[in-house]
């Protein structure tokens, strides 16, 4: 199946800094979705995105579908944006499961 | 609020018990999905329903049941539970379609499983 690795595993910020998370996978990918996992377990959709380049506000997102690779963006950090940040995708034609990274632990400091 | 809903959010029982978690999708989403995290095993697939039928399996315990309802929402069954069973079990939903299909899944806010 298709392998998923984040990098990198931890990620200590002060506030207002910029950081770039990645994600590589093994195959070619339906569906790619970046997730914030919150100190309260909620995991919350940052973006869909299985090729191409998307932004929200303060994050965004770039996916090379040719390379296997995706990249998060996330500018001025916040405390809030303390959690893990995982990557999930899922390939095939007939399947739609995610397979989840292990994810990256950022903590962001005032 | 991804439109998902879980209940209950806490549950603590004992090692040999049963429990039912129940899901909401969104309004609309034909698909739901069973995931569950450990701090062992990571954010792991467990099954699919589509509109009433299993539609894929991934690493599932025997132990684990689970079904999706014709108002579309699903209850995970854990029996004979065992100490490693605890873990965060999240419910998602998508639009559905052909299986493959380029869509985004939505995350329920979890159960959060104790056994002891």
């Known amino acids: 199946g298709i392998q998923v690795e984040q990098s990198p595993p931890d990620l200590i910020l002060q506030e207002g800094a910029n950081s770039t998370l990645r994600c590589n996978f093994s195959?070619?990918?339906?569906?790619l979705q970046w997730f914030h996992q919150n100190p309260w377990g909620q995991l919350i959709n940052l973006f869909y995105?299985?090729?191409g380049t998307k932004q929200n506000g303060r994050l965004s997102a770039t996916t090379v579908a040719t390379e296997r690779y995706s990249l998060l963006y996330i500018s001025s950090s916040q405390t809030t944006d303390s959690g893990v940040y995982f990557c999930a995708v899922s390939g095939g034609y007939n399947t739609d499961k995610l397979i989840f990274g292990t994810g990256t632990r950022l903590q962001v400091f005032p | 609020d991804s439109g998902v809903t879980q209940t209950p959010k806490h549950l603590i029982t004992a090692t040999g018990q049963r429990v039912t978690l129940r899901c909401s999708p969104r309004s609309g989403d034909l698909s739901v999905y069973w995931y569950q995290q450990s701090l062992d095993q990571g954010l792991q697939f467990l099954i699919q329903y589509y509109n009433g039928e299993e539609r894929a399996k991934g690493n599932i315990l025997e132990r684990f049941s689970a079904q999706q309802f014709p108002d579309l929402h699903s209850e995970l069954n854990l029996s004979s539970l065992e100490l490693g069973d605890s873990a965060l079990y999240f419910c998602?939903?998508?639009?559905?379609?052909?299986?493959?299909?380029?869509?985004?899944?939505?995350f329920g806010p979890g159960t959060r499983l104790l056994v002891l």
């Open positions: 195959d070619s990918v339906n569906n």
């Open positions: 995105i299985p090729s």
């Open positions: 998602a939903s998508s639009v559905g379609g052909l299986a493959g299909a380029k869509e985004t899944q939505y």
